[in-house]
């Protein structure tokens, strides 16, 4: 049953690849926490041997890569207070204020509605069905524009 769902849903709505994620935060990221970062690859090793030494290897490397990226973290954020509570930093509170602001934005805008009986609409079609829905929810029997 699942994949006759999957068929119909893929076949009705269509398939996307995705899209763009988010990158992770890293300004912060220095020299030690890459090199704790790259040492935790041993992961890799985990995968294909799950031996009781590969498992406390990685254990271990992990909770080193978590103290270095703690540190990091800590000492970047405190710097930069520092820095914002100065008269130059007001400018990066302006701009960091700016860019919080852009991403929050609502950037998946409508591309689609569907009319009365369902049926998607796309494009041109769009201004049309909130013309007719406007009208009728303010009672007007024409629209404004004919």
């Not at 899209?19 to 890459?34: C, L, P």
């Not at 270095?68 to 509170?93: C, H, N, P």
């Not at 009365?116 to 929810?137: H, P």
Request: charged letters at 40%.
């Amino acid at each position: 049953m699942a994949t006759c769902v999957r068929k119909v849903a893929s076949k009705v709505f269509g398939v996307s690849r995705g899209g763009k994620q988010e990158g992770k935060d890293t300004w912060w990221w220095n020299d030690e926490v890459q090199r704790a970062i790259k040492e935790k690859e041993c992961f890799k090793r985990l995968h294909l041997d799950k031996s009781a030494a590969n498992i406390e290897g990685y254990k271990l490397v992990k909770r080193v890569a978590k103290r270095a990226v703690s540190v990091a973290k800590g000492k970047a954020y405190d710097d930069l207070y520092q820095r914002l509570g100065t008269k130059e930093g007001e400018k990066d509170i302006y701009r960091m204020v700016r860019i919080r602001e852009r991403k929050t934005r609502d950037i998946n805008q409508i591309k689609c509605i569907k009319d009365g009986t369902d049926r998607l609409l796309v494009k041109d079609e769009i201004m049309d069905r909130w013309r007719e829905y406007f009208n009728k929810f303010n009672g007007d029997s024409e629209s404004p524009t004919s």
